[in-house]
């Protein structure tokens, strides 16, 4: 069993920064394929940026490409989204998963066994 805590998440203004960090304990995380996706109100989780176990394929919605950042750290056991240039349309709780099969990367919720309880980002005009 992986348990997943994300955190970093908070306000800031349009045009701003943001790091989130999604640590995990119960096992270690280098062997799996790690996913960061997003719930705004009233929306359906949606897809945001993936890593292979290796980190060597990532992937990113087009939403959030060229200004989000996905990375890991197996010996942390911690993966990262960096967030640069947020927009308003950002704001959301934001969780990360985990993929046993490792890669390659996926975008789909179902492809993902495990879940972090999210964190929020908010960003204002």
């Known amino acids: 069993q992986v348990q997943l805590v994300e955190s970093g998440g908070g306000l800031v203004q349009a045009g701003g920064s943001l790091r989130l960090s999604c640590a995990a304990s119960g096992r270690t995380l280098s062997s799996y394929a790690m996913g960061w996706f997003r719930q705004a109100p009233g929306k359906e989780r949606e897809f945001v940026a993936a890593?292979?176990?290796?980190?060597?394929?990532?992937h990113y919605a087009d939403s959030v490409k060229g200004r989000f950042t996905i990375s890991r750290d197996n010996a942390k056991n911690t993966v990262y989204l960096q967030m640069d240039s947020l927009k308003p349309e950002d704001t959301a709780v934001y969780y990360c998963?985990?993929?046993?099969?490792?890669?390659?990367?996926?975008?789909?919720?179902?492809?993902?066994?495990?879940w972090g309880q999210g964190t929020q980002v908010t960003v204002s005009s």
């Open positions: 998963a985990a993929d046993r099969r490792g890669g390659p990367v996926v975008t789909t919720r179902s492809d993902y066994d495990y």
């Open positions: 890593i292979s176990w290796n980190g060597g394929n990532t």
